[in-house]
């Protein structure tokens, strides 16, 4: 059984930051890429940023410079760092990782329950 927690999400105000963080847990052999997702309401899924097991980094284009993404491999671990907050991002996040499990044949994608963050004066 493997899970993702997230945690960190809540009200800010525009320009204000707030830190996703999401962890995994279970019997996990490996994980490659993890990263977040969102999903505004009335809107589809989109990336937010993805970060390899190497640090390599990928951020949407709404989000660069505004964002950081970051992991600690050995907590197993990936958080989101959100400065410069807009209303535009008022969303729920998801953590995604994919991994393989302890006799698994492949990687798999995991994703946790989501973090709603709310950003509104």
């Known amino acids: 059984q493997v899970q993702l927690v997230e945690s960190g999400g809540g009200l800010v105000q525009p320009g204000g930051s707030l830190r996703l963080s999401c962890g995994a847990s279970?019997?996990?052999?490996?994980?490659?890429?993890m990263g977040w997702y969102r999903q505004a309401p009335g809107k589809e899924r989109e990336l937010v940023a993805t970060?390899?097991?190497?640090?390599?980094?990928n951020y949407a284009n709404s989000v660069k410079g505004r964002w950081t993404i970051s992991r600690d491999n050995d907590k197993k671990r990936v958080y989101l760092q959100m400065n410069s907050l807009e209303p535009e991002d008022t969303a729920v996040y998801y953590c995604?990782?994919?991994?393989?499990?302890?006799?698994?044949?492949?990687?798999?994608?995991?994703w946790g329950q989501g973090t709603r963050v709310t950003v509104s004066s």
């Open positions: 995604n990782a994919a991994l393989q499990v302890y006799n698994g044949d492949d990687y798999h994608a995991y």
């Open positions: 279970g019997s996990i052999f490996s994980i490659t890429a």
């Open positions: 970060i390899t097991s190497g640090g390599r980094t």
